[in-house]
């Protein structure tokens, strides 16, 4: 062996015991950190899920407006439908009919 091997050798004999102390220290780090994360990605999944249900529910409480759309829009189509069953299209909105 070359001396520079002999010596790197005899320092790794000399430190092993600081040496495996540094990598126990750093298996165990990386095992919080990992875990952390984990957690982060979680907590992070699960605002995202109370979120998104929090805004389906106040989308629910907006439903009677969207249903009496689509009744309006229903009723538009039924009255463009001519006698024959063909549609008309009209540019101007339906005249109102006022009761006095």
Do not use: C, F, H
Not at 43 to 56: D, R
Not at 78 to 97: F, K, R, V
């Amino acid at each position: 062996m070359s001396q520079k091997k002999m010596d790197a050798y005899k320092n790794a004999k000399k430190n092993k015991k600081q040496i495996e102390k540094k990598q126990k220290r750093n298996k165990i780090l990386g095992w919080i950190i990992g875990i952390l994360v984990a957690a982060a990605l979680i907590a992070g999944s699960a605002y995202l899920v109370y979120y998104t249900q929090q805004q389906a529910g106040s989308a629910t409480s907006d439903t009677t407006t969207s249903g009496d759309a689509a009744q309006d829009v229903a009723e538009l189509l039924q009255e463009s439908l001519g006698d024959d069953g063909s549609y008309t299209i009209t540019t101007e909105p339906p005249a109102e009919t006022t009761t006095e």
